[in-house]
């Protein structure tokens, strides 16, 4: 296993445009989870997925923002009509389990102009 | 409400001890992990705290009071390669947190 992949690595999009973004888990992993990192800040978190069900969604999160994880394995992050306030490095991590280490992708950067 | 206090920025020598300190104010958590990335790479994990005391992987402890709702990560022998940002992260209801973290300079 290669770890945890995602796809795209770069995004440049224009303003009012929908993207999609996918994850590819560690295979035997449970759990997945959806975060969004700017420049100096933590990791934020989005929403985490335990197998298919999502099992929670941050409340700052736009509408505009959505999950899947279909079959339990990849999962996909689409946004909706992008803002420029989207622009950030979106990152994916999976984990066997809940507490303990959890591994993650190198991050898809979005750039929103 | 949950969040994660720590240092925004902490400078060391090479070949010395540093502490980076972690303070959080959360309810139902559990558990305290530490992770490192370094600039353009993504979180790598260091550790983990699920109880009381202090744990030692190589050059790097990490310790956990939860009746103080404190933990710290201790790097030994510092080493250039170590410069990078440290992040301490909370568990609650299976969810992870990440406080803002703390870039550690090491001066050679």
């Known amino acids: 296993d290669t770890g945890v992949s995602q796809d795209p690595r770069h995004k440049i999009t224009k303003r009012g445009q929908n993207v999609t973004f996918r994850c590819d888990p560690i295979s035997e992993h449970n759990r997945l989870y959806w975060y969004r990192q700017t420049l100096g800040q933590g990791p934020e978190f989005l929403t985490y997925?335990?197998?298919?069900?999502?099992?929670?969604k941050s409340r700052l999160l736009s509408d505009r923002f959505s999950a899947e994880r279909p079959k339990g394995s990849f999962s996909t992050l689409e946004i909706q009509r992008t803002e420029q306030g989207d622009s950030a490095m979106y990152l994916c991590a999976s984990s066997l389990g809940g507490a303990g280490e959890a591994f993650f992708g190198q991050g898809t950067r979005l750039t929103v102009v | 409400g949950q969040s994660l206090e720590q240092p925004s920025e902490v400078t060391a020598v090479e070949g010395a001890i540093v502490q980076i300190n972690c303070t959080y104010q959360t309810s139902g958590f559990y558990g305290l992990s530490w992770y490192q990335q370094h600039d353009g790479g993504a979180p790598t994990f260091l550790s983990y705290n699920a109880l009381d005391g202090l744990e030692e992987t190589g050059r790097f402890s990490s310790f956990l009071s939860r009746s103080d709702s404190y933990g710290y990560l201790l790097l030994q022998e510092l080493q250039m390669k170590d410069s990078a940002s440290y992040f301490c992260a909370g568990y609650r209801d299976d969810k992870i947190i990440f406080g803002k973290g703390t870039r550690l300079h090491i001066l050679p």
């Open positions: 997925f335990q197998n298919e069900a999502q099992l929670e």
